[in-house]
């Protein structure tokens, strides 16, 4: 007898209305003398577990999800409870049959899929596939594949979860419902192929934002004013100059630093007070997935992608010699820096034997977890403290090893004991002014004898020793030099990788295990490029980003987004309704694509740029248009004159005062597939645009100094008498010299936005400390 397939939504039923999504029924029969049939998500993980669980277990992978949303309908009823019609996916039609076909030789069947909202929604899509009652006890979760965990977690299966899978079975409804409404819109006003996503869309809008304020920013000048002193004993140390409320001195120009400087240049100080503290600097907490990612595009260079992709192997198990299979670290989609009660007991003997009893806490240290954590698994840790970093060369693949090394450093050190520095202030007192010198002393290393890559490089916690001499209230010092150090102000930076998971976090924009793909998506899309290792949006992203503000702006505001998530966990909580959220969701949402749909042709209309470039088919100026490919041209009488071609950027030219080299005539600028360049309308010469500095070059005396661009993309200053004058610098140059050897100085802008101005003879030796003021003996 044919019976066809029904869909469970709930604890409702709705028969499939298409035949593609149409099933024949499957019915399990068990078979009591069978293996127990473990299903889990990956080949890796079912070889690793099956190892463990041994001969009566047979553990197969469902390849992650094996049902979805249709690919070519919406697949949601908007009007019944956005009830969603799943189909089996096509390209997973031979892994359920084989899990069918395993599935009638089994004694029973265990769901162990990854143990978060999707994993739990996989077990829930396998249950109903597998005809599998998801109330019974047939859902494992473990939270790293060692063997205690799986059979504890074997023992003790649980139901399945539905306020979990409605939580992402909400998200996925959400993401589908604004992709397939909102990007044909955009089609309409751009070109087809474009993409919105409820959480992409906000991460590109934070990028273009971010480069607004970086074009809009205003550079300001200011100075500061050091000095260095010097003891009895010949030791120098350098003070600071105070302002009136005891800040450091603020200069807006020379003159007043000069000013500044002439109060108390030559003249020697007085100690009036010295004050030491201790201070303890705690470890940071082990990771969870967003402070990992970051952690591994700073430290290790790795995309967020590849951190994941290499987290998942290690998760997953690797061929271990002598251990064969294992999983080396716990599950790495997390927001939680728990750790288990467990492994606090075993990593505290540990850090003992290996460097001393000084080094453990007195109690365990107990990390606060954000209010947007969901704290469902531990943090991302060692599975066991059996397998140090040194034990696995040879097993793990270079990149595999520095990543868990990075993990194990990280979690060692979450439970070492802080490290105790000594800070020492001390204010002189130079006749009028008030200066101060600071000196920071470690006196216990604590858990950075394990972290010693974290102090190398200085930061806000001045964790760079820094000593001052020995020096007592009343004790007079003398004048050695002084100097003013010249600074501008900077745009706040461009977004990396790390620095933009960091800001999606503090916000609340998706969840751990989305960042990845989201960085992956708005690049693939072209919204943003990559300069280095910084986003740069794009024309097209910048365009994408101003109509979804003007017209939808509440679902690309970045508190309703964050809301959006808090709502989201609610559902998992069993704190408010699938169909609540949705349906609040959905008519803020309806509105505003209400809207957009009524001015539509509108806006499409506004947007247009009109050419110079006449159709040559009917006589109209033609209209620039974005297409997939960059720029063409197309006629605006489209569909009566469907003309298009190449949009050439060479045809804007631009009349420039620059004179041809051969023929004297003035160049023109123009714009090639390299960017601006200059060209001789007369005999056809070009040149590339160089940027006069004014500074007159130090080496020829004649020529100026100029900003050019190399081969390789980079910028450097050259004589514009090139190839007569060769000086080049790498650096920017200022209008002012070196006071010991005359060479030119130069300013380097650091990725922390700081500047330094210093001599650019490497041989010169100021270099490249300060340049100072020297006092004569």
Not at 10 to 21: A, D, E, H, I, P
Not at 205 to 222: A, G, H, L, Q, V
Not at 654 to 665: G, I, M, T
């Given at each position: 007898?044919?019976?066809?397939?029904?869909?469970?939504?709930?604890?409702?039923?709705?028969?499939?209305?298409?035949?593609?999504?149409?099933?024949?029924?499957?019915?399990?029969?068990?078979?009591?003398?069978?293996?127990?049939?473990?299903?889990?998500?990956?080949?890796?993980?079912?070889?690793?577990?099956?190892?463990?669980?041994?001969?009566?277990?047979?553990?197969?992978?469902?390849?992650?999800?094996?049902?979805?949303?249709?690919?070519?309908?919406?697949?949601?009823?908007?009007?019944?409870?956005?009830?969603?019609?799943?189909?089996?996916?096509?390209?997973?039609?031979?892994?359920?049959?084989?899990?069918?076909?395993?599935?009638?030789?089994?004694?029973?069947?265990?769901?162990?899929?990854?143990?978060?909202?999707?994993?739990?929604?996989?077990?829930?899509?396998?249950?109903?596939?597998?005809?599998?009652?998801?109330?019974?006890?047939?859902?494992?979760?473990?939270?790293?594949?060692?063997?205690?965990?799986?059979?504890?977690?074997?023992?003790?299966?649980?139901?399945?979860?539905?306020?979990?899978?409605?939580?992402?079975?909400?998200?996925?409804?959400?993401?589908?419902?604004?992709?397939?409404?909102?990007?044909?819109?955009?089609?309409?006003?751009?070109?087809?192929?474009?993409?919105?996503?409820?959480?992409?869309?906000?991460?590109?809008?934070?990028?273009?934002?971010?480069?607004?304020?970086?074009?809009?920013?205003?550079?300001?000048?200011?100075?500061?004013?050091?000095?260095?002193?010097?003891?009895?004993?010949?030791?120098?140390?350098?003070?600071?100059?105070?302002?009136?409320?005891?800040?450091?001195?603020?200069?807006?120009?020379?003159?007043?630093?000069?000013?500044?400087?002439?109060?108390?240049?030559?003249?020697?100080?007085?100690?009036?007070?010295?004050?030491?503290?201790?201070?303890?600097?705690?470890?940071?907490?082990?990771?969870?997935?967003?402070?990992?990612?970051?952690?591994?595009?700073?430290?290790?260079?790795?995309?967020?992608?590849?951190?994941?992709?290499?987290?998942?192997?290690?998760?997953?198990?690797?061929?271990?010699?002598?251990?064969?299979?294992?999983?080396?670290?716990?599950?790495?989609?997390?927001?939680?820096?728990?750790?288990?009660?467990?492994?606090?007991?075993?990593?505290?003997?540990?850090?003992?034997?290996?460097?001393?009893?000084?080094?453990?806490?007195?109690?365990?240290?107990?990390?606060?977890?954000?209010?947007?954590?969901?704290?469902?698994?531990?943090?991302?840790?060692?599975?066991?403290?059996?397998?140090?970093?040194?034990?696995?060369?040879?097993?793990?693949?270079?990149?595999?090893?520095?990543?868990?090394?990075?993990?194990?450093?990280?979690?060692?050190?979450?439970?070492?004991?802080?490290?105790?520095?000594?800070?020492?202030?001390?204010?002189?007192?130079?006749?009028?002014?008030?200066?101060?010198?600071?000196?920071?002393?470690?006196?216990?290393?604590?858990?950075?004898?394990?972290?010693?890559?974290?102090?190398?490089?200085?930061?806000?916690?001045?964790?760079?020793?820094?000593?001052?001499?020995?020096?007592?209230?009343?004790?007079?010092?003398?004048?050695?030099?002084?100097?003013?150090?010249?600074?501008?102000?900077?745009?706040?930076?461009?977004?990396?990788?790390?620095?933009?998971?960091?800001?999606?976090?503090?916000?609340?924009?998706?969840?751990?295990?989305?960042?990845?793909?989201?960085?992956?998506?708005?690049?693939?899309?072209?919204?943003?490029?990559?300069?280095?290792?910084?986003?740069?949006?794009?024309?097209?992203?910048?365009?994408?980003?101003?109509?979804?503000?003007?017209?939808?702006?509440?679902?690309?505001?970045?508190?309703?987004?964050?809301?959006?998530?808090?709502?989201?966990?609610?559902?998992?909580?069993?704190?408010?309704t699938y169909e609540k959220v949705l349906s609040d969701f959905y008519t803020i949402f309806s509105k505003e694509l209400s809207k957009a749909d009524a001015n539509s042709a509108e806006e499409k209309k506004n947007n247009q740029e009109i050419s110079d470039v006449v159709c040559e088919k009917c006589g109209a100026n033609m209209i620039i248009k974005l297409g997939r490919y960059g720029k063409y041209l197309a006629c605006p009488n489209f569909p009566d004159c469907k003309n298009i071609k190449p949009y050439n950027k060479e045809v804007k030219e631009e009349p420039s005062e620059v004179v041809c080299e051969k023929c004297q005539h003035l160049m023109n600028y123009k714009m090639g597939p390299y960017g601006r360049y200059l060209s001789c309308p007369s005999c056809g010469a070009s040149k590339s645009i160089v940027i006069d500095t004014g500074i007159t070059c130090p080496k020829c005396k004649n020529?100026?100094?100029?900003?050019?661009?190399?081969?390789?993309?980079?910028?450097?200053?050259?004589?514009?008498?090139?190839?007569?004058?060769?000086?080049?610098?790498?650096?920017?140059?200022?209008?002012?010299?070196?006071?010991?050897?005359?060479?030119?100085?130069?300013?380097?802008?650091?990725?922390?936005?700081?500047?330094?101005?210093?001599?650019?003879?490497?041989?010169?030796?100021?270099?490249?400390?300060?340049?100072?003021?020297?006092?004569?003996?």
């Amino acid at each position: 007898m044919s019976i066809k397939r029904t869909i469970t939504i709930g604890t409702k039923t709705r028969k499939k209305r298409t035949k593609n999504v149409e099933t024949p029924i499957f019915k399990r029969k068990s078979n009591p003398k069978g293996k127990h049939l473990v299903i889990v998500e990956s080949p890796a993980k079912a070889k690793t577990i099956e190892k463990i669980l041994g001969t009566k277990y047979k553990v197969m992978a469902s390849m992650g999800h094996l049902r979805d949303l249709p690919k070519k309908t919406l697949g949601i009823d908007l009007e019944n409870g956005f009830k969603p019609e799943y189909v089996n996916s096509t390209d997973r039609a031979d892994v359920i049959k084989n899990l069918q076909i395993e599935a009638n030789k089994s004694a029973d069947i265990l769901l162990a899929t990854d143990p978060d909202r999707e994993g739990e929604a996989i077990s829930w899509h396998l249950s109903t596939i597998l005809d599998v009652d998801p109330d019974k006890n047939v859902r494992v979760a473990f939270h790293e594949i060692t063997p205690p965990a799986i059979k504890e977690a074997i023992k003790n299966p649980v139901s399945v979860d539905m306020n979990r899978v409605n939580a992402q079975q909400a998200r996925r409804v959400l993401d589908r419902i604004v992709g397939y409404k909102l990007s044909p819109w955009l089609w309409k006003q751009v070109y087809r192929g474009l993409s919105a996503g409820r959480v992409q869309s906000v991460a590109v809008r934070i990028i273009c934002e971010r480069e607004e304020e970086i074009k809009s920013f205003i550079t300001e000048e200011y100075w500061h004013v050091n000095a260095v002193y010097k003891t009895d004993k010949g030791e120098c140390f350098t003070a600071q100059l105070l302002d009136d409320n005891g800040k450091q001195a603020k200069f807006p120009n020379k003159e007043t630093t000069d000013n500044a400087l002439n109060k108390i240049t030559g003249k020697g100080a007085v100690i009036t007070s010295v004050t030491k503290r201790k201070q303890q600097r705690k470890p940071k907490a082990p990771y969870t997935t967003s402070t990992m990612q970051q952690d591994a595009v700073n430290r290790l260079g790795f995309s967020s992608k590849k951190t994941m992709m290499l987290a998942q192997m290690l998760y997953e198990g690797v061929e271990i010699a002598g251990h064969g299979h294992v999983g080396l670290i716990t599950y790495m989609r997390t927001d939680s820096t728990r750790i288990s009660t467990e492994m606090i007991n075993q990593v505290r003997p540990y850090i003992s034997s290996v460097y001393g009893d000084e080094y453990v806490p007195k109690t365990p240290y107990v990390y606060s977890k954000t209010k947007e954590a969901q704290d469902a698994h531990e943090a991302v840790r060692p599975t066991s403290l059996a397998f140090s970093p040194e034990t696995l060369v040879g097993d793990l693949t270079r990149d595999q090893l520095k990543l868990y090394t990075l993990i194990w450093n990280r979690f060692i050190a979450s439970q070492m004991s802080a490290q105790i520095q000594q800070n020492t202030t001390a204010l002189l007192s130079c006749e009028e002014s008030i200066l101060r010198a600071s000196g920071m002393i470690v006196l216990f290393d604590g858990f950075t004898i394990l972290m010693k890559d974290t102090v190398k490089k200085k930061s806000k916690g001045n964790e760079i020793e820094k000593r001052l001499p020995l020096i007592v209230e009343g004790q007079k010092v003398s004048a050695v030099s002084s100097e003013g150090e010249q600074h501008f102000t900077s745009p706040p930076p461009r977004f990396t990788e790390a620095s933009l998971i960091k800001m999606l976090e503090e916000k609340g924009i998706g969840r751990p295990s989305t960042y990845a793909p989201i960085l992956e998506v708005i690049q693939k899309k072209k919204y943003v490029d990559k300069d280095g290792k910084q986003f740069i949006p794009t024309e097209l992203g910048f365009i994408v980003t101003n109509l979804l503000k003007k017209y939808f702006g509440r679902v690309v505001d970045i508190s309703f987004t964050a809301d959006m998530e808090k709502w989201l966990d609610q559902v998992a909580d069993g704190h408010a309704t699938y169909e609540k959220v949705l349906s609040d969701f959905y008519t803020i949402f309806s509105k505003e694509l209400s809207k957009a749909d009524a001015n539509s042709a509108e806006e499409k209309k506004n947007n247009q740029e009109i050419s110079d470039v006449v159709c040559e088919k009917c006589g109209a100026n033609m209209i620039i248009k974005l297409g997939r490919y960059g720029k063409y041209l197309a006629c605006p009488n489209f569909p009566d004159c469907k003309n298009i071609k190449p949009y050439n950027k060479e045809v804007k030219e631009e009349p420039s005062e620059v004179v041809c080299e051969k023929c004297q005539h003035l160049m023109n600028y123009k714009m090639g597939p390299y960017g601006r360049y200059l060209s001789c309308p007369s005999c056809g010469a070009s040149k590339s645009i160089v940027i006069d500095t004014g500074i007159t070059c130090p080496k020829c005396k004649n020529g100026h100094i100029v900003k050019r661009k190399s081969k390789k993309g980079r910028y450097f200053y050259g004589c514009n008498q090139y190839p007569s004058c060769n000086m080049v610098l790498w650096n920017e140059p200022v209008n002012d010299f070196c006071e010991v050897c005359g060479h030119i100085k130069v300013k380097r802008v650091y990725k922390n936005g700081t500047e330094k101005i210093f001599c650019s003879n490497q041989e010169c030796e100021t270099y490249p400390q300060k340049t100072r003021k020297t006092v004569a003996e």
